[in-house]
């Protein structure tokens, strides 16, 4: 089973750039990376996902290196209501009801 | 879109007492949802993954006859609580997977036992 690793904190200067690590080693070549993010008392917020390819959306953009084993989360622009735990996962295939486990993700604090 | 509206946000019951949990996907069809239960700066852990029209799946270590799961519709499922104690007390949340691959959550439930 793939697992993720993050490091438990980082702190970001509002209007700058964070850029967020994930590790997942142990990924095999049909499991999809996954970004959420959670601010205090609600439910995750989907922010990106992606397989092979960088990806990039309204919200961030999505690095993964060429082995797989690496990505980045880029928030190009931090803002204070970015300040939140996010989390990197990588998609259990479960039959056909494919279950994202959570791992303990990364606490980031933006300053202003 | 990809919606998911759960309800209560919050919730206080008496120690003994059931509770029921819903969690609706508003503008598309979910044939599977997820439960989660996550304890005050914890991580969200899976409790069991909710199949339309069939029984849900369970992870290990979660008691299926104590968090009844109900999946009648393409977009309702219900977590009850039965016999609730004060461990229970809890931050639970939904997911459903919309097309195109990702996963929404609801706002999740503050459940409180006393």
């Known amino acids: 089973d793939a697992k993720t690793t993050q490091p438990t904190s980082m702190d970001c200067a509002e209007g700058r750039a964070a850029n967020l690590p994930c590790n997942h080693s142990?990924?095999?070549?049909?499991?999809?990376v996954y970004w959420y993010r959670q601010i205090h008392s609600q439910g995750p917020q989907y922010i990106i996902h992606g397989l092979k390819n960088n990806e990039t959306n309204e919200m961030a953009s999505l690095i993964i290196t060429e082995d797989r084993k690496s990505s980045t989360l880029i928030l190009p622009h931090a803002t204070l209501r970015d300040t939140a735990v996010y989390y990197c996962i990588v998609r259990y295939p479960q039959g056909g009801s494919e279950k994202l486990v959570f791992g303990k993700g990364t606490k980031l604090t933006v300053n202003p | 879109g990809a919606v998911v509206s759960q309800h209560p946000s919050r919730v206080i019951c008496k120690s003994g007492t059931s509770v029921k949990i819903e969690c609706r996907s508003l503008?598309?069809?979910?044939?599977?949802m997820f439960w989660y239960r996550q304890f005050p700066k914890q991580s969200l852990m899976l409790m069991a993954t909710?199949?339309?029209?069939?029984?849900?799946?369970?992870e290990q270590g979660v008691e299926k006859d104590k968090f009844l799961i109900n999946h009648a519709s393409l977009t309702l499922s219900t977590l009850t609580v039965t016999s609730a104690h004060p461990e229970d007390s809890s931050f639970y949340i939904c997911?459903?997977?919309?097309?195109?691959?990702?996963?929404?959550f609801g706002s999740g439930t503050r459940l409180t036992v006393v």
């Open positions: 503008d598309f069809q979910a044939t599977t």
């Open positions: 909710s199949n339309e029209g069939s029984k849900a799946t369970y």
């Open positions: 142990t990924i095999s070549g049909n499991e999809y």
């Open positions: 997911s459903a997977r919309f097309l195109g691959g990702g996963y929404t």
